[in-house]
């Protein structure tokens, strides 16, 4: 297991402005992952974390709208750009922690309402 | 399209009741996991089925992987309130690293 922590844990935003999510992991770890769960709904994988390079975004998602770091490997930032009421959702940052069969391990979670 | 459906989405019983959550697929998985995610949480690793066919128990929870490793099932024996949250089964699909979740199923058990 790791212990994640994300920070903020909630925040209310207005449309237009951006926040940045961080992601702070107790070891390092190989594989980071973003998720997004909008309300009442299951999860949808952001993108992959890669450190040192630029993120793998999943369809639907560009980098202009969730610009991703991750300088090492016990560290990443989530940033939502530009926001709307439709990105209040909660994003949630995981680690990989076995590998052959995919097991995530989840931080709590940051709660984002935008007005 | 979900690549993963859960049926039911919604349930709710009364402690004591039994109840079965389904996680179906038209993909073949490698393996395939179950979450449960609380309130203000995140999710929560349950078990990972490997082999078509196995049956893990945890406790008063049994958990099958079909034969064809198409498709999973949950089967929660005497239900109580702290079982009350949401069920999310999980897979990588062939040649990614990254987790699908399914659709999910909310569980409310009323004391």
Request: aromatic share 8%.
């Amino acid at each position: 297991s790791a212990v994640i922590s994300q920070k903020p844990s909630r925040d209310i935003c207005q449309r237009g402005t951006s926040l940045t999510i961080q992601c702070q992991v107790d070891s390092q770890v190989t594989m980071m992952f973003w998720y997004r769960q909008q309300p009442g709904q299951s999860l949808t994988l952001i993108a992959t974390a890669n450190q040192g390079s630029e993120a793998t975004y999943e369809s639907g998602f560009v980098i202009d709208k969730f610009p991703i770091s991750r300088p090492n490997l016990t560290f990443s930032t989530l940033t939502v750009s530009n926001m709307s009421p439709e990105d209040s959702s909660i994003y949630l940052c995981s680690v990989l922690v076995r590998q052959n069969t995919g097991e995530l391990f989840f931080g709590e979670g940051s709660r984002l309402t935008v007005l | 399209t979900q690549l993963l459906e859960q049926s039911p989405q919604f349930l709710s019983i009364q402690e004591g009741e039994n109840l079965t959550v389904y996680c179906n697929s038209s993909s073949v998985f490698s393996s395939l996991q179950w979450y449960r995610q609380e309130p203000g949480e995140g999710p929560v690793l349950l078990v990972t089925v490997v082999t078509g066919g196995e049956v893990k128990k945890l406790k008063r929870l049994t958990f099958q992987f079909g034969d064809a490793r198409k498709d999973s099932s949950l089967h929660i024996t005497a239900a109580q309130p702290g079982d009350t949250g949401l069920y999310l089964c999980a897979g990588a699909p062939t040649g990614r690293r990254a987790l699908t979740f399914g659709s999910g199923t909310r569980l409310q058990v009323q004391p």
